[in-house]
C-alpha cells in the first residue's frame, strides 16, 4: 500500500471514547481510550486511567501493552478486533476490570 494511503487512513482510524466506571466501593473511576487501527487490528491505546495506588502496574497484571512509537500504553487483547464495536466492548471490559483491580485487587 502506498505511503500517503496509509497517512490517509492512519488519519480516519482515530477515535476517542470515555468510560465512567464505579468501583465496588462506589469510587467514579474514568477512562479515556483512543482507538487506532495498527498492523489489521484496532488497539485501545489508554489515554486516562486512574492511578493503580498500591496495586502492581506490572504489564502482566494490569493486562497492558506498551507501544514505544507513541510513548502509550494499550490494552492487551491477543485476538484481532476487526471493528468499533469489537475495540468499544474490550476496552469498556477493561475499564471495569481495572476499576476492580484498583479498589479491590481482583486480579483478571
Known amino acids: 500500500m502506498s505511503s500517503w494511503i496509509s497517512r490517509f487512513i492512519d488519519t480516519l482510524s482515530d477515535h476517542d471514547k470515555s468510560f465512567n466506571v464505579t468501583s465496588p466501593h462506589g469510587k467514579q473511576m474514568t477512562f479515556v481510550f483512543k482507538y487506532k487501527y495498527v498492523d489489521s487490528s484496532w488497539r485501545a491505546y489508554i489515554v486516562t486511567c486512574p492511578g493503580y495506588g498500591s ?14 512509537s507513541r510513548n502509550l500504553f494499550y490494552v492487551c487483547w491477543t485476538v484481532r478486533l476487526t471493528n468499533l464495536e ?3 466492548e474490550v476496552s ?6 481495572t476499576a476492580r483491580y484498583i479498589d479491590i485487587g481482583e486480579r483478571f
Open 55 to 68: 496495586r502492581s502496574t506490572n504489564l502482566g497484571d494490569t493486562h497492558r501493552y506498551y507501544d514505544n
Open 92 to 97: 469498556r471490559m477493561w475499564a471495569t476490570a
Open 86 to 88: 469489537q475495540i468499544t
